[in-house]
């Protein structure tokens, strides 16, 4: 059946995901051994101490097998320095990243959709011609600049919002809601113009289909043209890449968390990457990986759902 | 009395009068459309004829306002529908006659039907709107609907999507739905042209019987006069944007006075014919719609053709033996 | 850092971007095309000739002149936190964002293209492997991967083109994917393979003429995209190391005097240098693709 198949690939390439993550980090350089002991690793006994511990004697592929043996159940092992649990690091990122995410998109999609829907319909007025041009813009601004530019005019300047920082909806959800607002346009500023330019696009492909002109023909208000015949069947590219984002923001918003200070999964690979934490950052690698191969799994079979061409191809 | 003769005294359904379309395109104005006049009783079948580039799809388009406004270099004209011009309606008055007393169908079935939405969807659609129907009225009547146009099991069929369905079968449904809100007028645009030949004899034999039963009014749009042949009541032939020859069926195919309906009859492969007869095609192409055009449009390609039919273009006139019998010829056949 | 999968056009053909479909169709190139071009051939000068332009140092501090406001001491454009001279600083960024724009992107172009192509034109086992491979790549994330090379094999220029090129790859393996896909299975193909075409003739001469256009004008906009990558990374100063400038360090080195408002130059002037580079690869990419994306109009 059609979905067997695609689980069957979703298997072979989470377990190539993984293979390549373990190879990945066990061939970085640097010694674990030098950055758990520092200066007692000349010690002889202390070494040979750790390196057992650590596995670090086995081969390679005993060394992968022990590792993806503990992270199927669920333990991804402890940080060489201070001993935390990778898995509660994972648990303590992940859900702020993954907001910060979500708001993004929900963001991106509320501008995109009516300027793409807009824009579609008046293809060619200068009001579309604007649109478009503010796309483009906004496609060409780099993250980090618009980070600056935006904690420049709205916090330094006009204290509206706080530059750094991050509460916990549990805290406070308004506190939560003003310290994800900037972070949040910062990531949905570019995401939406993407959104709007793939949608208008394919809208435009899709009102010259018969069928549009059919609904004209039968008298159906344009509105419901629009909503309802033209933006399903257009929809498809526009999933497709909301489907990708989703999973690539998870590690991909590195420099926004960076930025703003937040306690998310991407600041704290940068961090482990850059202290030679070789345990978190292939746990955190491998989380976001799969996360990346689960978000298209899912962006796959939610095709063949809306579409129902696919599903009988 | 006579279908004709009440045809002569009943107010038109349809009076369309001196339409004209002209499109921009890329090299200049296309006049797609230039200064076609005809009318249409109540219950009656009109068959435009006409070569791809003679302007017919433009024409039956342009009827219901479906022509796109950044398309349009020039048009002037009036359609008028029981007495309402339908040109200058705004938009929303518009779509009330759309689909509600003019319904059109397409000629491709298979690009007429939106992909994603299953076909009770789409056939309640103009219900739920126009006649305010509720979502289960909506769909015992679209079942109703599916059942008269010769859909088997209909029930299940409601809930298929139209990739389920052959071409013959989306062109019934296609059908339903135009004729879901009891439209008066029908314009049926090459509605068997992409079909296979044994599909086409059916559709066009259920799109009579609607007609009957309906009493709709039905302008058949076809390149192909066999298509148009038995099933029409009055025949128009449109060349180059214009109307060339217009009578009742019989007529025409009887008595053609125009050359080149002359012609088109006569490249009709026939059955009766002795094998290997050789196919009588018309010689030339139709003009270009965008140069300015001098005299006779068919002069190029006619046969009967000399300097006057070249400098003057013929009116469309009348031998006063046959009043209803209206061609555009100085030397008709 | 953009996900370069999110720039390329999902399964399918590549979203055709029909500006308005009438008259007109073929967009005459006009100012909005030759302006960014303009601009690009500029940058591109100024990064080639950088050496034999009368430049100042853009490593030497000019003390006397800490953050000047442009026009003030003999600086164009004034100086940075350090008192270097921001103009000259900015061409020779300027090969540092054109070299990892340009060249990691021909790279990427050429292997994934190729691997794309056949994946796209044999199908069957070979695509799944070929694809399967470069959805694992996709599936990491990309700054950890530049991140990794240039930890692997050290932070220079070279190693950053490296390791963008690595990221490029896959996302242009998607795009000649699709691309090949959607000539492949039309009939002039067919009919090529039906006079007894050999598959590389096949796809030199049917094939790849046709799928060449949406990749090269994918390739444009990618450009961009590197362009703002490797200014992600160095901004986080993993790029290029000091002093060499990069535009994205030089974002980085007046962050502190924009948020306190005393000097914004020094990081808006290169952040918007950038911005119309990458604004510049973005319009002529897609005047491109409008070009050669050949659909009917309506009506």
């Known amino acids: 059946m059609w979905l067997a198949q695609k689980v069957v690939r979703l298997v072979v390439v989470l377990f190539a995901v993984s293979v390549l993550t373990f190879l990945l980090t066990s061939l970085l350089p640097g010694s674990p051994v030098n950055d758990i002991l520092g200066p007692r690793a000349s010690d002889p006994v202390l070494s040979a101490r750790v390196r057992h511990d650590l596995h670090l004697n086995d081969t390679l592929p005993v060394r992968y097998e022990h590792w993806l043996g503990g992270v199927v159940r669920g333990n991804f092992g402890r940080a060489y320095n201070d001993n935390e649990k990778v898995t509660d690091i994972i648990r303590q990122r992940l859900p702020v990243t993954i907001e910060l995410l979500l708001a993004a998109q929900l963001l991106s999609l509320a501008v995109a959709i009516p300027l793409a829907l807009l824009s579609a319909y008046r293809a060619g007025s200068r009001l579309d011609r604007a649109i478009t041009a503010t796309s483009f813009g906004a496609l060409s601004v780099p993250d980090f600049v618009i980070a600056i530019v935006l904690v420049f005019v709205l916090a330094v300047r006009a204290h509206w919002l706080p530059a750094t920082g991050y509460t916990h909806l549990t805290d406070s959800v308004t506190g939560n809601l003003r310290s994800i607002a900037l972070p949040t346009i910062t990531l949905a500023l570019p995401l939406s113009a993407v959104y709007t330019r793939l949608l208008r696009s394919d809208l435009i492909a899709t009102l010259q289909e018969e069928y549009i002109l059919m609904a004209r023909a039968e008298g159906l208000p344009t509105r419901r043209i629009l909503l309802r015949h033209a933006l399903r069947p257009s929809s498809f590219s526009l999933l497709t890449v909301l489907g990708i984002n989703t999973g690539a923001l998870i590690g991909g918003a590195v420099i926004v968390e960076y930025l703003f200070a937040l306690p998310g999964m991407g600041s704290r690979l940068v961090d482990a990457i850059g202290r030679r934490e070789y345990i978190i950052v292939q746990g955190l690698v491998l989380v976001i990986a799969v996360a990346y191969v689960l978000a298209n799994f899912l962006v796959d079979v939610l095709y063949g759902v809306l579409d129902p061409r696919v599903r009988h191809a | 009395m006579t279908l004709l003769a009440q045809t002569a005294l009943a107010t038109p359904l349809l009076d369309v009068r001196d339409l004209v379309v002209h499109l921009r395109a890329p090299g200049g104005t296309v006049r797609a459309v230039d200064g076609v006049s005809f009318r249409l009783a109540p219950g009656e079948v009109l068959g435009l004829v006409g070569e791809s580039g003679s302007g017919k799809t433009v024409m039956a388009r342009a009827l219901l306002g479906l022509t796109p406004r950044h398309a349009i270099a020039r048009a002037s004209g009036e359609v008028l529908f029981l007495g309402r011009d339908l040109r200058a309606l705004g938009e929303r008055a518009l779509r009330d006659v759309r689909g509600r007393e003019v319904a059109m169908v397409f000629q491709d079935p298979m690009t007429a039907l939106n992909p994603v939405m299953t076909i009770g969807a789409q056939l309640a659609e103009p219900m739920r709107h126009h006649l305010g129907l509720g979502r289960r009225e909506a769909r015992t009547r679209a079942i109703e609907l599916l059942e008269r146009v010769g859909i088997p099991s209909p029930q299940r069929r409601v809930s298929d999507y139209p990739h389920h369905l052959s071409g013959g079968m989306r062109q019934r449904v296609v059908l339903a739905i135009a004729l879901s809100c009891g439209p008066k007028l029908l314009i049926a645009d090459e509605p068997t042209t992409a079909l296979d030949v044994t599909v086409q004899a059916q559709i066009l034999d259920l799109i009579g019987d609607l007609q009957h039963e309906q009493q709709m009014a039905v302008v058949l749009i076809s390149h192909d006069l066999e298509v148009v042949g038995g099933r029409a009541d009055r025949i128009a032939v449109m060349y180059a944007g214009r109307i060339v020859e217009q009578a009742a069926a019989r007529a025409v195919f009887d008595a053609p006075r125009m050359p080149y309906t002359e012609a088109l009859l006569r490249s009709v492969p026939r059955l009766d014919q002795p094998s290997h007869t050789r196919l009588e095609a018309i010689p030339g192409r139709p003009p270009g719609l965008d140069a300015a055009l001098v005299g006779c449009r068919f002069a190029p390609r006619c046969p009967r053709a000399d300097d006057r039919c070249r400098s003057e273009e013929p009116a469309l006139g009348a031998d006063d033996a046959a009043p209803d019998h209206l061609y555009r010829c100085w030397y008709p056949v | ?299």
């Open chain 3, 1 to 299: 850092m953009p996900d370069l999968a999110t720039v390329a056009p999902a399964s399918g053909a590549p979203a055709p971007d029909a500006s308005l479909p009438t008259a007109g169709r073929r967009r005459a190139l006009g100012l909005s095309f030759w302006a960014p071009a303009a601009w690009i051939a500029l940058v591109a000068f100024g990064a080639a000739f950088a050496a034999v332009l009368p430049l100042k140092s853009p490593t030497r501090s000019d003390f006397a002149h800490i953050a000047a406001v442009p026009g003030t001491g003999g600086h164009l454009l004034g100086t940075d936190e350090i008192g270097r001279d921001i103009l000259s600083r900015l061409v020779y960024g300027a090969r540092v964002s054109l070299t990892v724009g340009l060249v990691a992107v021909a790279v990427g172009l050429v292997v994934g293209g190729a691997i794309g192509l056949l994946a796209g034109y044999h199908r069957g086992k070979t695509e799944t492997v070929l694809m399967g491979i470069v959805d694992v790549m996709l599936a990491f994330p990309a700054l950890v991967l530049v991140i990794a090379v240039t930890a692997f094999l050290g932070q220079s220029l070279r190693n950053v083109t490296v390791a963008v090129a690595i990221v490029a790859v896959p996302a242009f393996a998607r795009v000649a994917r699709s691309a090949t896909i959607s000539c492949v299975h039309r009939d002039f193909v067919t009919a090529a393979r039906g006079m007894g075409a050999t598959t590389w003739r096949v796809l030199r001469r049917e094939v790849l003429p046709n799928a060449v256009l949406p990749v090269a004008a994918f390739a444009l906009v990618v450009v961009g995209v590197a362009i703002i990558a490797e200014g992600g990374l160095a901004f986080l100063g993993l790029s290029v190391p000091p002093p060499h400038p990069s535009w994205g360090s030089m974002i980085y080195g007046g962050k502190n005097k924009l948020a306190d408002g005393t000097a914004p130059f020094i990081s808006l002037i290169p952040a918007g240098v950038m911005f119309l580079t990458v604004l510049s690869f973005n319009v002529v990419g897609d005047h491109l693709r409008s070009r050669f994306d050949t659909r009917a109009g309506v009506l």
